[in-house]
């Protein structure tokens, strides 16, 4: 019976790996034996629509998942809940169908379900709490291993940037979590039956946000001499992460399909585009009289204001992560932080008289209640944002805007009314307000997701292989199922990719 093994590399960048392929001799090989081609992510492509989407075989407006957090006027904004209760996983539908599950750091997997093995939940989670694993005997062995829990970089990412770690004791640490999440998965698959193995390696995403500017020579961040010293950081994490997938596929057996995938891919961040800033000097966006702030939406708020903690405990409580949240959101969230910044901002501004108003991302809302209206808005927004111009060369911008119709189909509710990407994620469109200015360089980032993750397959030699083409992530569910010979349930509408027999 075939067996499917994946291999999810936060934010691997197809085009890092294309350039790099003589270095990284186990992708190479998957490509060669099998194939490799862009798998593409959510719009905007964040960790947490695209995982979402990944294990349930839906897109983000099925879902109803589109960033981390999502808002619909006039009500203020919301975190998006992605616990997935109510939509059935990869994890319950291989479960349910007899087959062996392991799930292995797989970003939005905490709480850790009850699933035919284990699992080993993946960023967001509480690793005070013990409710990240399942089953809890596993927990006690991992233990006894010095494997504690493998998601431990992202309280790294906020230390480096807060300066309270140097970069060589974060690469250092992005190092021992490869190596840990690779001891973890080899543990689980000699210590229980598995048909379906997730794992998911994060310090790919988690390098190439910080580490960007050394390897790239026409960053405004990228500094000749301190440069030289990281300048081959992140193709090293490649590299680790390379050996990692050798160690792994040389335990296959000859009937496994072998993924290798990513939520998102990566490329340079330039500057950031303060779209609430310039919904201001349009006019479109008003503040309250009383709320001039010198700026609005850093990230963490200082003053919480009680519906919006409500909210978002009781959000936190359902899926299990209050008591974490209450200690140690800063430490935890990275964009997830920055939905209590929006909702200070949202807090700042005079509802009644904006007519469009931007979460992170470059999400933008309406503020109207016709059709029409909203459509007037629209069109001088893009008419407005098609003008912009870079504010390092002076040159002509590429932006591109898409409606809520052309994102996420006609029936999707919620959602943002406009979506707009500044060349190609060069520019990232921050939501922050700071009156006057427009452009900033950010502090701590110098790389951003893109939409162009990766896929390679290897499938066993009786499989046929066909070169995929325009493969979404939420293509991957049903076509691992068919791999699997489970039947693809009907409510799915992601499509099995070709090659890989389907079952009825
Ligand atoms: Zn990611």
């Given at each position: 019976?075939?067996?499917?093994?994946?291999?999810?590399?936060?934010?691997?960048?197809?085009?890092?790996?294309?350039?790099?392929?003589?270095?990284?001799?186990?992708?190479?090989?998957?490509?060669?034996?099998?194939?490799?081609?862009?798998?593409?992510?959510?719009?905007?492509?964040?960790?947490?629509?695209?995982?979402?989407?990944?294990?349930?075989?839906?897109?983000?407006?099925?879902?109803?998942?589109?960033?981390?957090?999502?808002?619909?006027?006039?009500?203020?904004?919301?975190?998006?809940?992605?616990?997935?209760?109510?939509?059935?996983?990869?994890?319950?539908?291989?479960?349910?169908?007899?087959?062996?599950?392991?799930?292995?750091?797989?970003?939005?997997?905490?709480?850790?379900?009850?699933?035919?093995?284990?699992?080993?939940?993946?960023?967001?989670?509480?690793?005070?709490?013990?409710?990240?694993?399942?089953?809890?005997?596993?927990?006690?062995?991992?233990?006894?291993?010095?494997?504690?829990?493998?998601?431990?970089?992202?309280?790294?990412?906020?230390?480096?940037?807060?300066?309270?770690?140097?970069?060589?004791?974060?690469?250092?640490?992005?190092?021992?979590?490869?190596?840990?999440?690779?001891?973890?998965?080899?543990?689980?698959?000699?210590?229980?039956?598995?048909?379906?193995?997730?794992?998911?390696?994060?310090?790919?995403?988690?390098?190439?946000?910080?580490?960007?500017?050394?390897?790239?020579?026409?960053?405004?961040?990228?500094?000749?001499?301190?440069?030289?010293?990281?300048?081959?950081?992140?193709?090293?994490?490649?590299?680790?992460?390379?050996?990692?997938?050798?160690?792994?596929?040389?335990?296959?057996?000859?009937?496994?399909?072998?993924?290798?995938?990513?939520?998102?891919?990566?490329?340079?961040?330039?500057?950031?585009?303060?779209?609430?800033?310039?919904?201001?000097?349009?006019?479109?966006?008003?503040?309250?009289?009383?709320?001039?702030?010198?700026?609005?939406?850093?990230?963490?708020?200082?003053?919480?204001?009680?519906?919006?903690?409500?909210?978002?405990?009781?959000?936190?409580?359902?899926?299990?992560?209050?008591?974490?949240?209450?200690?140690?959101?800063?430490?935890?969230?990275?964009?997830?932080?920055?939905?209590?910044?929006?909702?200070?901002?949202?807090?700042?501004?005079?509802?009644?008289?904006?007519?469009?108003?931007?979460?992170?991302n470059g999400k933008i809302y309406i503020n109207a209640r016709r059709e029409e209206e909203k459509e007037i808005v629209a069109q001088s927004i893009r008419d407005e944002l098609l003008q912009l111009t870079d504010p390092?060369?002076?040159?002509?911008?590429?932006?591109?805007?898409?409606?809520?119709?052309?994102?996420?189909?006609?029936?999707?509710?919620?959602?943002?009314?406009?979506?707009?990407?500044?060349?190609?994620?060069?520019?990232?469109?921050?939501?922050?307000?700071?009156?006057?200015?427009?452009?900033?360089?950010?502090?701590?980032?110098?790389?951003?997701?893109?939409?162009?993750?990766?896929?390679?397959?290897?499938?066993?030699?009786?499989?046929?292989?066909?070169?995929?083409?325009?493969?979404?992530?939420?293509?991957?569910?049903?076509?691992?199922?068919?791999?699997?010979?489970?039947?693809?349930?009907?409510?799915?509408?992601?499509?099995?990719?070709?090659?890989?027999?389907?079952?009825?």
């Amino acid at each position: 019976m075939p067996r499917v093994c994946v291999v999810g590399l936060d934010g691997a960048s197809a085009d890092l790996i294309q350039e790099n392929l003589e270095r990284l001799p186990n992708l190479r090989a998957i490509a060669t034996q099998g194939m490799f081609t862009v798998l593409h992510s959510t719009k905007p492509p964040m960790t947490c629509p695209a995982w979402a989407c990944f294990m349930t075989g839906q897109p983000p407006g099925a879902l109803g998942i589109y960033d981390w957090e999502d808002m619909r006027l006039p009500n203020p904004p919301r975190l998006s809940d992605w616990s997935l209760r109510h939509v059935p996983t990869l994890w319950d539908i291989v479960s349910a169908a007899g087959k062996g599950v392991l799930a292995i750091n797989v970003p939005l997997t905490y709480p850790a379900r009850e699933v035919n093995g284990a699992m080993i939940s993946g960023f967001p989670v509480l690793a005070r709490q013990q409710d990240w694993i399942f089953p809890q005997e596993l927990r006690a062995r991992l233990c006894q291993l010095g494997l504690h829990h493998v998601q431990e970089l992202n309280p790294d990412t906020f230390r480096l940037r807060l300066g309270a770690l140097d970069e060589d004791e974060f690469l250092s640490h992005a190092s021992q979590s490869i190596q840990k999440t690779l001891a973890v998965t080899q543990h689980c698959m000699k210590n229980y039956h598995w048909d379906l193995l997730v794992t998911v390696f994060v310090a790919t995403d988690r390098v190439q946000h910080l580490f960007w500017h050394y390897m790239d020579v026409a960053h405004p961040k990228h500094k000749a001499v301190p440069s030289e010293k990281h300048k081959n950081a992140i193709i090293r994490i490649y590299e680790e992460v390379d050996r990692a997938i050798g160690a792994l596929a040389c335990a296959l057996d000859e009937d496994t399909y072998l993924f290798v995938i990513s939520d998102h891919g990566f490329g340079p961040l330039y500057g950031s585009f303060l779209i609430n800033s310039w919904l201001m000097e349009l006019g479109l966006l008003k503040l309250k009289r009383r709320s001039r702030p010198s700026t609005i939406g850093l990230g963490i708020t200082r003053s919480l204001d009680k519906p919006f903690v409500a909210q978002l405990s009781r959000l936190m409580d359902k899926i299990g992560l209050l008591g974490f949240v209450r200690r140690a959101l800063p430490a935890w969230l990275g964009s997830g932080g920055a939905v209590l910044g929006i909702r200070e901002l949202f807090d700042s501004i005079d509802l009644e008289a904006t007519q469009a108003l931007a979460l992170s991302n470059g999400k933008i809302y309406i503020n109207a209640r016709r059709e029409e209206e909203k459509e007037i808005v629209a069109q001088s927004i893009r008419d407005e944002l098609l003008q912009l111009t870079d504010p390092l060369s002076g040159h002509h911008l590429d932006v591109q805007i898409l409606t809520k119709r052309e994102l996420y189909g006609d029936s999707c509710s919620g959602g943002p009314d406009l979506y707009v990407v500044i060349e190609n994620y060069k520019y990232s469109v921050s939501s922050k307000i700071v009156p006057g200015r427009l452009w900033e360089v950010p502090a701590s980032v110098s790389g951003a997701h893109r939409e162009e993750g990766i896929l390679l397959m290897k499938g066993p030699p009786a499989a046929q292989t066909v070169l995929w083409e325009n493969v979404h992530i939420w293509d991957l569910a049903p076509t691992i199922l068919s791999a699997l010979e489970i039947p693809v349930p009907a409510k799915i509408q992601g499509k099995a990719l070709a090659g890989i027999p389907t079952v009825i």
